[in-house]
């Protein structure tokens, strides 16, 4: 099973690629299938492709029920 998880854009790179924390982990992903992305955007990353944008309000939610699967909420 492949999980898709909300990432906050930190970085926008050359080539439609962008980097944020991915659960305390930066990582790399292309956001070539969304349209405009910005710094602080919350995006959907799934296989390493940002895949949809998601409001902030509705990207909060789904890290905090990560973070009580991991003991930490």
């Known amino acids: 099973m492949c999980l898709a998880i909300p990432i906050q854009i930190e970085d926008l790179r050359a080539g439609e690629q962008a980097t944020g924390a991915q659960l305390g982990?930066?990582?790399q992903f292309s956001t070539?299938?969304?349209?405009?992305?910005?710094?602080?955007?919350?995006?959907?990353?799934?296989?390493?492709?940002?895949?949809?944008?998601?409001?902030?309000?509705?990207a909060l939610e789904t890290l905090a029920v990560w973070a009580d699967i991991q003991g930490e909420g």
Request: no cysteine.
């Open 25 to 27: 982990v930066h990582v």
């Open 32 to 58: 070539a299938v969304i349209d405009n992305p910005q710094i602080g955007d919350y995006v959907l990353v799934h296989a390493g492709i940002a895949i949809e944008k998601l409001d902030e309000a509705e």
